[in-house]
């Protein structure tokens, strides 16, 4: 009885499969399925420039938030860092999968986020560029001749 059961299934499976795969459902599907120009470009214009958007927005907001806590020092501000920190590595992370365009290019993507970092240069750089430095000429050009390990969110965090 069970394998009745099971044999019927199986025909079942195969014959919908068959239907599926007939010339006539094909062609069918072929009419209704956008090309793959749309595709990419509704993927483009929905997702990627909306989410590269949102990182810029929040990544100014961090950068101000940091310059007003690097100007007063208040415990407020260091909240509004904290805040702002959370978002960016959000934005970031709506972008973060991509290997292509603009992200990959002069090494961005490891300027933004040098992770993973199994062999923990993050700290370790940190650590010998705070050695080496004088605080008053900290900046961010200073800071953009570095290495990407010192200039993305992990060494800001």
């Not at 509704?42 to 958007?53: E, F, M, S, T």
């Not at 040098?114 to 004088?134: K, S």
Request: aromatic residues 8%; positive net charge.
């Amino acid at each position: 009885m069970i394998r009745k059961t099971r044999a019927r299934a199986y025909v079942a499976t195969v014959a919908a499969l068959l239907s599926i795969l007939s010339p006539h459902h094909s062609k069918a599907f072929a009419a209704t399925a956008p090309n793959s120009y749309a595709l990419v470009q509704r993927a483009i214009d929905g997702y990627v420039l909306p989410h590269i958007a949102e990182l810029k927005l929040q990544t100014e907001r961090l950068a101000l938030s940091v310059d007003q806590l690097c100007q007063n020092g208040a415990e407020s501000s260091q909240e509004e860092v904290e805040s702002e920190f959370r978002k960016t590595v959000e934005a970031y992370a709506g972008i973060e999968f991509f290997r292509f365009g603009p992200l990959v290019e002069k090494g961005r993507r490891e300027k933004i986020s040098f992770w993973p970092d199994p062999r923990g240069i993050v700290p370790r750089q940190l650590r010998l560029f705070m050695a080496n430095q004088n605080l008053s000429q900290m900046n961010a050009d200073a800071i953009s001749k570095q290495s990407a390990a010192l200039q993305g969110l992990p060494a800001l965090e």
